[in-house]
Nanobody
Framework: QVNVVESGGGLVQPGGSLRLSCTASGSISGINTMAWHRQAPGKQRELVAGIVPGGTTSYADSVKGRFTISRDGPRTMNTVYLQMNSLQPEDTAVYYC?????????WGPGTQVTVSS
C-alpha cells in the first residue's frame, strides 16, 4: 500500500505565497513521477505541475512563472513541494498530490487553498 499525504494549504491574500508539501510512503521505492493537480468548485480536476524521475518538470500554462515543483533531498526523493507565488483568486481549489508507481496511481486526500482578501 502506498500512502500519499499533502500539507500546507490555507487562506492567503491575493499576491501572497504558499508552499505545499507531499510525501508518498509505504510500499514504494525509488524515484517516481509525482504531480500536483487541483480541482475548483464546479470544475474538472486539472494538472498543475509534475516532476518525473529524471527531474524534468512541467506546468500548466496558467501557473507557469508563478509555481515551482521540486523534490526533497537524496534520502527523501518521494517528497515534493509546490511553491506557489503571486496567488490569485482563480487559484482557489483543493490541491491533490499524485504519484505513479508500478502501473498504479495513488492520490492524497487533498489540501484546500483559498485565495481571498
Amino acid at each position: 500500500q502506498v500512502n500519499v499525504v499533502e500539507s500546507g494549504g490555507g487562506l492567503v491574500q491575493p499576491g501572497g505565497s504558499l508552499r505545499l508539501s507531499c510525501t508518498a510512503s509505504g510500499s514504494i521505492s525509488g524515484i517516481n513521477t509525482m504531480a500536483w493537480h487541483r480541482q475548483a468548485p464546479g470544475k474538472q480536476r486539472e494538472l498543475v505541475a509534475g516532476i518525473v524521475p529524471g527531474g524534468t518538470t512541467s506546468y500548466a500554462d496558467s501557473v507557469k512563472g508563478r509555481f515551482t515543483i521540486s523534490r526533497d533531498g537524496p534520502r527523501t526523493m518521494n517528497t515534493v513541494y509546490l511553491q506557489m507565488n503571486s496567488l490569485q483568486p482563480e487559484d482557489t481549489a483543493v490541491y491533490y498530490c499524485y504519484t505513479f508507481y508500478r502501473g498504479r496511481s495513488f492520490w492524497g486526500p487533498g489540501t484546500q487553498v483559498t485565495v481571498s482578501s
